[in-house]
């Protein structure tokens, strides 16, 4: 979605707001099984002085995957977003900035994309002291504990051994 700029772009002070409904192919991260209900952000574009600053939240209702016991719990994601826009050639070589182009418009689905790529946080706990599973058998250790037996450390084994023979 291109969002046209042109009403406040030499308005200090005029403000535009948007609602953008985000590609979830372009969401996919690794421990993102899916997501409930289509990702969408709200926010705004302010001409502050002449700067143009984009504002807003990214809403995603997913389902992940936790990183330790790989069960799938729901997470709704409120990631905000903030981007300068500029519309002059020198600042191309800053990342934060974003183009505005020659008709005064913004790809507003590529900035909210980014950042939500950027900003995401990757690691994925179905909470904070998952137990994770059992290197062993492979039983989640958050429904109580296996059979197997504690594992001795094998530097602890050496050390036994070094012990051992003195
Ligand atoms: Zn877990
Ligand atoms: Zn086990």
Known sequence: MRLNLNEILEVPGGKLSFRCELDEERLTM??????????YA???????AGALTLTGVIHADMTRVCDRCLC??????????????????EDEDDADIYPIAGDGSIDLSD?????????FDVK??????CAGLCEHC????????CS???????????????????
């Open 138 to 145: 492979g039983a989640n250790l958050n429904e109580g504990r």
């Open 30 to 39: 690794p421990s993102v099984a899916g997501f409930s209900e289509p990702p």
């Open 42 to 48: 709200e926010g705004e574009v302010k001409n502050s």
């Open 72 to 89: 799938e719990y729901g997470q709704q994601l409120e990631l905000p977003v903030e981007a300068k826009l500029s519309a002059t050639l």
């Open 111 to 119: 900035i909210l994309e980014s950042s939500f790529v950027l900003d």
């Open 148 to 166: 197997c037996k504690p594992q001795t450390d094998p530097r602890l084994a050496v050390l036994g051994q070094l012990l051992d023979i003195e």
């Open 124 to 129: 994925s706990l179905c909470k904070e002291d």
